[in-house]
Nanobody
């Protein structure tokens, strides 16, 4: 099981830090993904971090503003979100499953994930 926290409401240009904690299993063997889903839209992959935390991948729409980090000792993963804009408004989910490659996010689908959280909402409003 995964549980996200840290979502909220911010103005454009603001920042948030989302957390994702696993319970009942250890995250150290998994690449961890962040997806988001806006109302009426498909779930999209935005960030991935490898098992040891020394490589990350981001979708073009968020690169340079959102990035993942992790602390395996606490079974936690984080999504640092900076310079947010209204297009970032969505529910954000963490998930564990497929390994990320240089083709990210083209080779990643929600169907490839083994574990999911229930998400945390992020609203960027003017």
């Amino acid at each position: 099981q995964l549980e996200e926290s840290g979502g909220g409401m911010v103005n454009p240009g603001g920042s948030l830090r989302l957390s994702c904690i696993a319970s009942g299993w250890m995250i150290e063997d998994y690449h961890i993904h962040w997806f988001r889903q806006a109302p009426g839209k498909a779930r999209e992959a935005v960030s991935c971090i490898n098992d040891v935390g020394d490589s990350t991948w981001e979708a073009d729409s968020v690169r340079g503003r959102l990035t993942s980090s992790r602390y395996n000792g606490a079974n936690k993963v984080y999504l640092e979100m900076n310079n947010l804009n209204v297009e970032d408004t969505a529910r954000y989910f963490c998930a564990a499953g497929a390994r990320c490659t240089s083709r990210y996010p083209l080779d990643i689908s929600p169907r490839d994930m083994k574990f999911w959280g229930s998400g945390t909402p992020v609203t960027v409003y003017t």
